[in-house]
């Protein structure tokens, strides 16, 4: 089969041990002819060869935090039109072609595109929440307009507000988690680097958000993005991702408490 027109786009994609899943990550970037960057911070299995045979660029970068690390992807790209995908995101055949047909006549105008963010369970298999839990993420992008702030802790992008997205309805499919635990796992892991990067809040008003405040948290997720539609399996899910919101909170309080002392108790 022949390769596609190179497309003046580049994909940048963080990495640490994503063996199991970078393969199919990078195969259908390149397979809409863009550039791929993948910006590794120390895997010790083969991400590298993975990703290396699939046709993407391997930069080796140790870790300096989410937004910087993304940065160091935009730095190592040779267009200016970006797409940043986690290890976890696949384009679908549908939103290949919308990405296709933007560069057909060559670069568009500078701007930004907000992508439908589509999760796919590990259960059961071949199953995609298409209704529920969807979200939009502004991933692709002209540096010339936004770039990735430069923080350890925040890696989305800051929308000047004189731009307005524009959005691209193809599901990017999100392999989020491999199971339950290790979805916790993210939760822990995320909650604890959100809560010792931002800034931290009022002691008073975090003791509030650990009282009252894993109810919403849930409640948004459950109800608002309608992860009931799931089952059993959607509400147990749902609890996760709240209680990753609601862990920051605490894990926030324990560094009040910590510099207190001891007399706190």
Not at 43 to 62: C, F, H, L, M, Y
Not at 140 to 169: C, F, G
Not at 170 to 186: E, I, R, T
Request: positive net charge; aromatic residues 10%; hydrophobic residues 40%.
């Amino acid at each position: 089969m022949n390769q596609p027109a190179n497309i003046p786009l580049s994909c940048y994609i963080r990495t640490l041990n994503e063996a199991s899943r970078i393969g199919p990550v990078v195969e259908k970037v390149v397979e809409i002819g863009a550039e791929v960057i993948i910006v590794d911070s120390g895997s010790t299995d083969n991400t590298r060869e993975i990703a290396q045979a699939a046709g993407a660029t391997v930069i080796d970068k140790k870790w300096e935090g989410n937004g910087f690390q993304k940065r160091n992807g935009e730095d190592a790209a040779s267009n200016d039109w970006l797409l940043d995908l986690d290890a976890d995101e696949v384009l679908s055949p549908e939103l290949q072609d919308e990405i296709r047909a933007l560069f057909t006549n060559g670069a568009p105008e500078p701007g930004i595109f907000s992508l439908r963010l589509v999760t796919v369970p590990p259960v059961p298999k071949g199953v995609v929440w298409n209704t529920c839990n969807l979200a939009w993420r502004n991933k692709l992008y002209h540096k010339s307009i936004v770039r990735m702030p430069a923080h350890a802790a925040w890696d989305q992008l800051e929308i000047p507000p004189e731009t307005k997205p524009k959005r691209l309805n193809g599901a990017l499919l999100h392999y989020s988690f491999q199971n339950v635990a290790q979805q916790m796992a993210k939760a822990n892991h995320g909650s604890t680097v959100r809560a010792n990067e931002t800034k931290l809040k009022s002691k008073g008003f975090l003791a509030l958000r650990i009282l009252f405040g894993f109810p919403f948290y849930f409640s948004k997720k459950y109800i608002k993005q309608k992860m009931y539609r799931a089952g059993v399996y959607g509400f147990a899910c749902a609890a996760v991702i709240a209680s990753n919101r609601w862990l920051k909170d605490v894990k926030m309080y324990e560094l009040h408490l910590a510099k207190k002392g001891r007399n706190e108790i």
